[in-house]
């Protein structure tokens, strides 16, 4: 672009984070005694990336436009005034990130920002810290929480001991036939995925025993599929269940492990777009996509949720190969043309030709919209590019598929073909957690609480109307009936946890009681009707009180239904939301220090 306009860009930028530091260094410098030196020195993360980058002299940097810089995080994301007085200063803080938001914003739509990389060579690894992280922090002093948590621990031990007696090694247990469950996302074959997937659950419920002996299994494990993987499914499970196992043991053999998986996915990205495929044999290294998904399209859902674990994978291991490939999906779709600012679901990765018209928040489009919000919290609120992307998608989102029933209960449909289907999915149920965990830092804090609140009462509805107590996988919102599933192939539950984790942000964010009233409700509903003998099975209909169970405990009951029911009855402590981010199977990484 011509000089003068680059030059007029830096002055803007410069003189915006000038104004920012001197007005933090003006109202926030604490008074002696507010200084809290116990939490200074309690980053577990922090140390010893600070003392790595002291030391590099090296770092390669590819700078294409200032506009992607990252944005610096200058509050701490523990900071907490003490004195009253800051209050107002504090609020001020805010209106001037949102400004350095909205800078951000303004530099994008004029000058069309390529990938902006700063990472350590290969030789040098970012170590995390040298402790192993304290699962016994956050425990409650409240006996009748105490009491909640221990039953959920127990549910854990259920579901672990019937895994290891009758499935050591499958990807997942069969607790009524007592035998091994294997699925097409993991090539029908034995990988594990219950192992690895379990591996930070029992970590933070303290569980040590059965934790080392999940470590032994991983000292040995080679995924050997013959058949197609899942990049997506390996991603989120594997490479980010041995990525967030590593965060917390500080045991190196995890991060080799998540590596040596990623790697095994790296042809699937060998596209026009760099948008991958969705499947890869780790044999051949063939890819392709599944046949079903609009002439050979990949999934909005699955290519948009690698960007947590690539990055993590960039930051431990100093590769920026990782990085890069996700940095280039999201500079291609940042870039390309969207209609109406909608997603579709659906996207060729050789031409870029979306494919249906089809718009979800639910199956095949959810965490897409997920990982921008948490790759703008990953990196410490620096990354303003996912931020100003994720702001927009869920502008889109708001004004096309989010709807109010008859009954009044909100709800996020599907659209296709310009058309608004007043049905929602269980999946789409974990949206309420998503919009109040990106209501600070929003135009309208007050509007994404109150949207996060309603949407999860509509998704207890869906749960309290159904004589189990447990919701099905997809319900609608007709006049007659609402907020219920009608159709046969839309009442079952495979054990999902996407309403109990909008519970547990709800709980975080507001501390309101019913949150864990809640989630008590569904944990007793999965101990009445779901828990077997040798652990846990799914309901082929949540609405016949004559059980028929599918007999398949899925992976993602002990990484997320489990989890997040032990954390909604635990103190903040335990996984501070400011100091960790959770990928979308519920395995947290450490957020980026400052």
Known sequence: MPFFRMKHTFLVIGFCLFVVSCSVTFFLMPKADEIDLPAMFDHRHGDSHDNVRKDIGDVVAEVDQITNDPIPNLIPNDFIPKDPSHRSEMEQMEKLHQKAIEDARNAIEHQQPTTTLAVLPADDHIQISDRKYDFTRGAPTDPD?????????????????????????ASELRPISKG?????????????????????????????DEFEEAKKFIQTLRISARSDLSVFEVNIRFVGGLLSAYAMSNDHIFLEKAKEIADMLLPAFNTNTGIPYAL?????????????????????????????????????????????????????????????????????????????????LGALGDSFYEYLLKTWLLSGKKDATARVMYDDAVAALEKYIVATSQGGFTYVGEYRNNRLEPKMGHLACFSGGMFALGAKGSKDEAHFMDLGARIAETCHESYDRSPTKL???????????????????????????????????????????????????????????????????????????????????????LAETLKYLYLLFSEDDLVNLDEWVFNTEAHPFPVQSS
């Open 471 to 557: 919701g099905p996988e997809s319900f609608q919102f007709n006049i007659d009936r609402e907020v219920t599933a009608i159709k046969q192939n839309d009442k079952y539950y495979i054990l999902r946890p996407e309403v109990i984790e909008t519970y547990f942000y709800m709980w975080r964010l507001t501390k309101d009681e019913k949150y864990r009233r809640w989630g008590w409700e569904a944990a007793q509903a999965l101990m009445k009707n779901c828990q077997v003998e040798n652990g846990f099975s799914g309901l082929r209909d949540v609405y016949n009180i004559n059980l028929v169970r599918d007999d398949v405990q899925q992976s993602f009951f």
């Open 280 to 360: 890869v044999n780790p044999s051949t290294g063939k890819v392709h996509n599944w046949n079903w998904a609009s002439g050979g399209s990949s999934i909005l859902s699955e290519f948009g949720t690698l960007h947590l674990e690539f990055a993590m994978l960039t930051q431990y291991t100093g590769e920026p190969v990782y990085l890069e490939k996700v940095m280039r999906i999201r500079d291609y779709l940042q870039n390309k043309d969207k209609d109406r600012g909608l997603y579709m679901n659906y996207i060729n990765p050789q031409s870029g030709a979306w494919g249906h018209r089809h718009v979800s």
């Open 180 to 208: 091994r469950h294997t699925t097409n996302i993991f090539g029908n074959a034995d990988t594990g995925a219950t192992i690895v997937d379990a591996l930070d659950t029992l970590y933070l419920m303290g569980m040590t």
């Open 145 to 169: 929480v105490i009491e909640k948590r221990e039953a959920i621990k127990k549910m854990m031990q259920v579901a672990w001991n019937g895994y290891k007696k009758y499935a050591w090694g």
